[in-house]
């Protein structure tokens, strides 16, 4: 039978003694016996093996892990000690480690650990108040010996520290005193604090002994040797003598400090710097300032190149006294700016070289007046090439020779010019005379006959001219006025054909604007600007040079040519060049009128392309290509306005629109779209789409719950103590009905008794 046995209404127990000695309560002195019936302390344990386990049962194996601890408390409930036992290291094993710790009234702190190895870490210093015996190997770290010590024979001494603190001197005396420091930083000082006290190192007695400082360091500073007030007073009696395998480096930091090396010698070489074991080898002087004094001849010999320079730019170098004279007796290479700032400056060389594509002459001249007479001038011969302010040219005073080709953008004033080549004139050729083999051009032209030319009045110098392929067109392109554009009649006719004008298509040279009411093919233009230059090596007519045409003509004057109605037109098409296109000098002229072209309209049968300065009118163009910017006041398409064309495209692209949850309308009146969102049904949130990260931060203890209202609200903590209570609707907070029990230092036990 199990027998439990139970107490109800919690009463309390008196003394108790469970199986003899086994476990005891005094309730009398409040005291428990383990093992005995009269414990004499509050808790006692006794037997003949009285052990007390104290067992983690966490599986820890990180260092300080599975502690168990024997803690000593005040009234207070502060920890003045604690014993604390736990695992050592992280490895998977039974090494254990024990501190002691103590309370240094600031906090619980270890005093001493003991690791696995059974070593001992005292965090204090060690106080030894009576003899101290050492059956071993003694390790002392940090001793302090305040009275004497005696050894009678060696003593080995390691140690972390060593203090040695004397009144008096300290003296050690050996046949070899030999003072080692391993593998930390040590030193030897002297402690002055009066003059006189000074530290000697010294090899007494006269023999061949040396004082050695050495240093296997493989730093910069192997041996250092520092003051910081004083100086370093060397003095020898024979030489001094400084090696180094690397660098030697005299330096002082002081912003007034220097290095002097002077020597007493009276003849011979009285300082010699040695630096030329080889030709790379190089003495290097770097100075703020360099300031050498010879009493003197100075001389620099260099085996290969000798340099002069600074290390910035703009820095001046000064060569020679102001009223000295400078030669150099070599070649001179500049490969900087040379500058002159004296009155006269004379080359005598046999060749003298420019690289530079410009040479500068009156230099500084503020306006051209001041570079009046500024020019070249021939020693000797008395030949000039000067610039004349007043009219602003240049001047030669004899004749200039030209083999090759003469080009010009501006007039060439000559009182004769002689070609003896070919001429190319880009622009106009303006004459007073002009003839052909030594015949006047009037008189050559005068010998050409016209037909189909009846009662052209204007058609000058066209008398019998018979078939005119070719008419002369004079160039009147500064005149501001509109001029009519004449054309064949038929575009299909071929052989002799009538010329006709429109009003409407006209062209005004000094602007270079081409005016028609519509522009019909394709037009490849840049920013819808068509410029172009008629430029030819050679012009034929029919296969023959146009100056071998011209030269079998003869016209004069043809005031009586007859109404020339039609000329012969060929029809030249596929020739890949700009052909100049004629007009009608006036565009409101009638009957008899005149021809004319310029350079700036023309026309290219290869590509189709007529070429103006302004295209003025309409466009009617299969294709359109501009290479640049499209500049116009209005834009249509099918007789629609751009804008309206693109407000009713985007219309007709959210006029169907299936998106969820928005809704777009275009509003044609006014060219916007509306925008209007749906209301946010109950399936528009997924199930788990709404995250605590996107609820209202909530403050700490608040609660979110449903009030009376079917609203979410939040409800504040209660205060301290208080449970969440239900009314069966709402929640609150209330104070609890019933507190929970206390246990007194009396042992109370339940009891209840079943049966089987």
Known sequence: ???????????????????????????TNNRVGIGTTAPGTKLQVEGTA??????????????????????????ANASLGQIEVSHSGSSDDTKGKMILSTHTGSSLTAAVTIDEAQLATFAASVAVTTDLAVDGVSNLDNTDIDGSLTVDGAIDLNATTLDIDASAAVTIDGAGVSIDSAGVAANFTVASDGAGEDLTIAVTGATDSSVVISSTGTGADAINIDTTAGSIDIDSADNITVGAADEISLTTTSADGHITLASAHTAGVALHIDADANAGSIVDVDAGILDVDVTGVASIDSGGTLSLATANSGVAVSIGHTTSETTVNDNLTVTGDLTVNGTTTTINSTTLTVDDKVVVIASGAGDSAAADGAGISVDGASATFLYDHTGTQWEMNKPLEVTGAITSSAAVVAASLDIGGDCDIDGTMEADAITVNGTALNTVIAGVTVTNATNATNATNATNATNAVHVSVADNENTNEENLIPFIEDASATGNVGLESDGDFAYNPSTGTVTATIFKGNIDAVDGDFDG??????????????????????????????????????????????????????????????LESDGDFHYNPNSGTVTASIFKGNIDAVNGDFDGTLEADAITVGGVALAEVIQDTVGAMVASNTETGIAVTYEDGDGTLDFVLAAVGTNAISDDAVTVAKIEDLARGNIIYGNASAETAKLSPGSNGQVLTSDGTDISWADASGGGATLDANLIFHTQVFGR
């Open 533 to 594: 230059t008629l430029e030819a090596d050679a012009i034929t007519v029919g296969g023959t040079a146009l100056n071998t045409v011209i030269a079998g003509v003869t016209v004069t004057n043809a005031t009586n040519a007859v109404n020339s109605t039609h000329v012969t037109v060929a029809d030249n098409e596929s020739t890949d060049e700009n052909n100049l296109i004629t007009f009608i000098e006036d565009a409101s002229a009638t009957g008899n009128v005149g």
């Open 1 to 27: 039978m199990n027998n439990n046995i139970f107490f109800d209404q919690n009463p309390v127990v008196a003394d108790l003694e469970v199986d003899g000695g086994t476990l005891s309560v005094d309730e």
């Open 50 to 75: 009285p052990y007390v386990t104290l067992k983690n049962d966490t599986a820890e194996n990180s260092d300080g892990g599975c502690e168990s601890k024997l803690i000593f408390e005040d009234h």
